[in-house]
């Protein structure tokens, strides 16, 4: 196995379990992912996941250019057919949070799977970069479209078209993460943050995460509207029941997702 999940306490903890090769995605890696990505959007046991990298040097340098071949089917088969095309966040549209902990380097397919989370936190030590110009090629799993999204379209035009990799204080400065912790504390950061999403009520945190997204290609009066359509689903829910019901005996609530 390339890659590891562990689930514990609502929340599942995926890493990407190839050190050596500084944690690349091969096609068996992608394939597995593939399966975890299934996994936590469909176990109602999970609430949120975390994903990272085994060692200190790599979160994800993206594909392994030494074990991806050349594609041997036309790209339309790719796009309409059954045959399989590289692409390392494939599966990762899911309903639930998804917080990158990212530790060492984070370059190419390897950070637009960080940028198709909804939370990056890194370590002093992280680097990151889309450097695909630089050999040929252009960021093809959301690079270009996430990243200015993220970070803002002259900030994500400097790092796209030159393929610089930056570190973690500039990544914090531009917005790239949201914290920047030791190395010995970024799992713990990453937990620490999970452990309260998944303390939440699960239909309302999907329904937030539902709609930030949406949002951001929406007019502001077509988001309030979904907004508002929202906030009535879920005011019907047992769990908002349960919320009111916990804040007024003063104890913890217990969310069931329903």
Avoid: H
Wanted: proline letters at 5%; charged letters at 25%; glycine letters at 10%.
């Amino acid at each position: 196995m390339t890659t590891a999940l562990d689930i514990a306490d609502g929340i599942a903890t995926v890493t990407l379990n190839r050190p050596e090769a500084l944690n690349a995605i091969d096609p068996e890696t992608q394939s597995e992912l593939a399966a975890i990505w299934a996994r936590i959007d469909s176990d109602p046991a999970i609430r949120v996941g975390i994903v990272t990298g085994a060692g200190n040097k790599a979160f994800s340098t993206g594909a392994d250019l030494k074990k991806t071949r050349q594609a041997d089917a036309p790209f339309a088969a790719s796009i309409f057919g059954d045959e399989p095309d590289f692409n390392p966040v494939d599966g990762m549209d899911i309903a639930k949070p998804m917080i990158a902990a990212i530790n060492g380097y984070a370059l190419g397919g390897g950070l637009e799977m960080a940028l198709a989370c909804d939370i990056r936190i890194a370590s002093e030590n992280a680097r990151f970069g889309l450097p695909e110009v630089t050999v040929g090629t252009i960021p093809g799993a959301g690079g270009t479209q996430r990243f200015a999204r993220i970070v803002g379209q002259s900030n994500a035009m400097r790092m796209l078209l030159t393929g610089d990799i930056i570190e973690a204080d500039e990544a914090l400065r531009i917005g790239l993460v949201s914290a920047v912790v030791a190395p010995g504390q970024l799992i713990g950061a990453a937990r620490d943050i999970a452990t309260r999403i998944a303390a939440n009520a699960p239909l309302a945190v999907r329904a937030v995460k539902r709609l930030a997204l949406a949002g951001a290609d929406m007019s502001l009066d077509a988001g309030l509207m979904a907004e508002r359509q929202a906030w009535g689903l879920i005011r019907d829910t047992e769990d908002r029941a349960e919320g009111r019901a916990a804040f007024a005996e003063k104890r913890s609530p217990e969310f069931k997702g329903r």
